[in-house]
């Protein structure tokens, strides 16, 4: 849509508000009347040319037929749409014939209102058009609303008509329309101090995701052709694919039939939506309203073409009830499939953090990708995204699971960079991800990475954040650089020195993976027997700071009379915003914890008596000591309450001996068996965590330090013991590695992929421009610096 026509078909629009609704509507709720009118608008002035055809229509129907229930199929037919009203009015007719008597007026837009098809209907609902034309009607503005809406001179059908002074008015597309909304609905929430809830796709970015998903196998489309949007918004990209395939013109030129799928959780872009979807001959009844994530509309369909921009930084955790039961995803789309690192294969977990839902979006339209023995050209899905879909999420974590899924699987086709500020409420980088699930023979096992963010053209105004856009040869470009799989350098401009033009790059599919390995390190302890280290066990853990104010304030006291206290030890920790949970609450106010801790301290205690106040370092002989002295003492103290004592008195410091986890015995299939899962040698096990004690088959095992632990990421291409041996091991010998928490992750990051060390700038020039700063600013750096 041509800016200048944008700009005053909005300004028109933003007009009616301003005229209209000052006095009756605060600014922030003219969207309340504006959106919904502009729809109404724009289905009434294409059934306009058609009204008597459909008023005959009906005559026949209940005169000469003697039908008592509409037939639809000829109401729809007499309209030439798929949608009708089979009232007298049309919004020209009820501006025409009002009155003053506002009665009158509303009776007869309730009449008109009632008289479409029940899916103009919804429309109308989802609007809650009918309360809006009753408000307006009280403040007396509907007329006035009404006379402004069937102007002559504003044009809101997606067809080319001329105002009463000859001038053309230039069609309203379904793209186009969403533009309008789109400035619209920034206004109004500029207004509302709100952030802008859509992320319109600007129709340049349409076209370059149209190109790419359809012209690479625009020889082989299928007869029939199905497209997909789960965030649809407006519909833009859907009818813009459905116009880019049907384009008679264009590159597809393709016969098919085309089917629009799209849903949408926004009743009013839902509602704007579905409303081009009639007006385009297509079926409104496969676009549906509500949440994508929570249900699954589209249950056993699959689709051959999937185009979407779905939103991103948007919490999911409205939607967490309907995928996860506490830890278990119960929705099977976000659930998949992985080999561990021993290659068994495992459920796992595909869902994101519930603060970004965006690649949950991903995961919908992979799980309706048309297998190979359905479709020989398979599915073809672009999608944008920010650049937390890249590198986001830990390995074994939900966004690392889903890029694997997709990578292992040799979907992912290709992810080009976009430039800043292309959208109209986004500054951020943003990237177009294709997938295919029949990659041509050259593209298997590869996956190009294209970074077009320097490829674009300033705008003359900006268009909220929107301050540029690709030209048709920027679109041009990128498309070729993807059809021919190129890897291109960028270019460097001979004047400035700075990186310009498009750049690409090609990569295994493994080059994107890594294994996340623990590298563990041996726990060495001092431990003493202290008073003040023993006072320590009176309280618990996880409730310490509120037990050692109440033991100041009520002393032991606190055991007998501790129901007393309860209330007032509770709101203490209230005031103190410790959040204790009801389980913690409970604790801290039983008995049994409090006579647990004492416990423990006087079984301490009295150790301290049997094994004495010396300083220890080597950990094992004091655990042995205090062994002895708990048999001596006749306790039965449980495992858990031991090592509490043992934590207690116990520190660590690097001088210390290694404490010992314990011998196992490996001989014969045993060792043979380890050995194979470790992919090590005999020699190699102290590098695995298991030393020889010189006594055959027998190996010492140390515990590790959870302080100390730490762990490397290696590439999937690498050897993890080479890795091991090169990078870790000389700077910390008694490190070694447990495979068997290894995980499998998947990372992308542009940043390293096509970052370009620039040397700095020779220091002679550097020092000729402050001179020539020097002089132009008389003098000022001079003072400033207080040189000499």
Not at 50 to 58: F, G, I, N, R, S
Not at 202 to 208: A, C, G, K, N, S
Not at 514 to 522: G, M
Not at 526 to 536: G, L, V
Request: glycine fraction near 6%; include cysteine.
């Amino acid at each position: 849509m041509n800016t200048a026509v944008h700009n005053k078909l909005v300004s028109f629009i933003w007009s009616i508000a301003d005229d209209c609704l000052r006095d009756v509507y605060v600014r922030g709720k003219y969207r309340d009347v504006i959106l919904p009118m502009v729809v109404l608008r724009r289905l009434d002035a294409l059934l306009e040319p058609t009204k008597d055809a459909v008023m005959e229509e009906l005559t026949f129907q209940r005169d000469d037929a003697g039908l008592t229930e509409w037939d639809e199929a000829g109401l729809r037919q007499a309209a030439g749409y798929v949608f009708y009203n089979t009232s007298p009015w049309t919004l020209q007719r009820l501006k025409g014939t009002a009155t003053n008597n506002q009665q009158i007026l509303v009776a007869n837009f309730e009449e008109y209102l009632n008289g479409f098809s029940s899916n103009v209907k919804e429309i109308v609902d989802k609007f809650k058009l009918k309360a809006q034309m009753r408000h307006m009607a009280t403040k007396d503005v509907l007329l006035d609303v009404l006379e402004k809406f069937t102007s002559p001179y504003i044009n809101l059908t997606p067809f080319e008509s001329n105002d009463p002074d000859g001038r053309k008015l230039p069609a309203l597309s379904n793209l186009g329309m969403g533009y309008v909304f789109e400035e619209l609905i920034r206004r109004f929430n500029e207004d509302n101090n709100e952030e802008a809830g859509e992320h319109f796709t600007p129709r340049e970015v349409i076209d370059l995701m149209t190109h790419l998903v359809f012209e690479p196998i625009k020889d082989t489309m299928p007869s029939v052709i199905t497209i997909y949007d789960p965030a649809c918004g407006s519909g833009g990209m859907l009818t813009e694919s459905q116009n880019f395939v049907k384009d008679e013109e264009g590159i597809i030129r393709a016969s098919s039939d085309v089917y629009l799928f799209g849903k949408e959780i926004n009743d009013e872009t839902y509602a704007i939506c579905k409303s081009d979807m009639m007006i385009k001959g297509n079926n409104p009844e496969n676009i549906r309203v509500g949440s994508t994530l929570a249900t699954d509309e589209f249950a056993g369909r699959q689709f051959n073409f999937m185009l979407s921009n779905p939103p991103y930084g948007k919490s999911w955790a409205s939607d967490l009830k309907h995928i996860k039961d506490g830890k278990d995803v119960i929705d099977p789309r976000f659930v998949i499939k992985l080999r561990n690192y021993w290659g068994e294969e495992e459920a796992v977990d595909a869902t994101p953090r519930s603060s970004d839902g965006q690649l949950l979006f991903l995961m919908e339209m992979v799980s309706k990708m048309k297998p190979l023995d359905q479709s020989p050209v398979g599915s073809r899905i672009a999608s944008v995204h920010n650049g937390s879909s890249l590198f986001t999420g830990d390995a074994g974590g939900g966004e690392s699971n889903i890029r694997r899924h997709l990578i292992e699987n040799d979907w992912l086709e290709a992810i080009i960079q976009l430039p800043n500020n292309l959208f109209y409420n986004t500054g951020i980088t943003t990237y177009i991800w294709l997938l295919s699930n029949c990659k041509p023979a050259h593209r298997r096992g590869k996956v190009q990475l294209i970074d077009a963010s320097l490829l674009y053209r300033k705008l003359r105004k900006n268009l909220g954040n929107k301050n540029c856009e690709f030209s048709p040869e920027d679109i041009r470009e990128i498309v070729r650089v993807h059809l021919e799989m190129e890897a291109v350098e960028k270019q460097v401009n001979p004047v400035t020195g700075e990186d310009q033009g498009i750049g690409s790059k090609l990569f295994d599919n493994r080059d994107f993976g890594y294994y996340k390995v623990t590298v563990e390190r041996p726990k060495r302890l001092m431990a003493q027997f202290t008073e003040e280290r023993i006072a320590t066990l009176r309280f618990d853990k996880s409730l310490r700071e509120a037990m050692e104010w109440a033991y100041t304030q009520y002393g032991e006291e606190i055991y007998t009379e501790l129901a007393q206290h309860e209330k007032e030890l509770l709101h203490w920790c209230e005031q103190q915003e410790l959040n204790l949970s009801a389980k913690q609450a409970k604790a801290l106010c039983s008995p049994d914890t409090w006579n647990r801790g004492r416990l423990l301290m006087q079984t301490a205690t009295r150790l301290m008596q049997r094994v004495g106040s010396d300083a220890w370092s080597d950990f094992n002989k004091f655990t042995n000591a205090v062994n002895e002295g708990l048999m001596s003492l006749g306790s039965k103290l449980t495992a858990s309450d031991r090592n509490a004592i043992l934590g207690a008195v116990s520190w660590y410091d690097a001088a210390a001996e290694k404490v010992v986890k314990g011998t196992v015995k490996l001989n014969g299939n045993k060792l043979d068996t380890l050995l194979e899962r470790l992919g090590c040698t005999e020699a190699q096990l102290p590098d695995f965590g298991y030393y020889p004690t010189g006594r055959k088959g027998e190996w010492l095992q140390y515990e590790s330090d959870s302080d100390l632990r730490d762990t490397e990421s290696v590439p999937l291409k690498e050897d993890i013991y080479s890795f091991f041996m090169r990078e870790v091991r000389p700077h910390v010998e008694e490190a070694w590695l447990n495979l068997e928490t290894t995980k499998i992750g998947y990372e992308i990051s542009f940043n390293k992929y096509f970052y370009r060390h620039k040397p700095l700038r020779d220091i002679e020039l550097v020092t000729k421009e402050i001179l020539k700063l020097e002089r132009d600013s008389e003098g000022l750096i001079h003072d400033i610096l207080t040189l000499v």
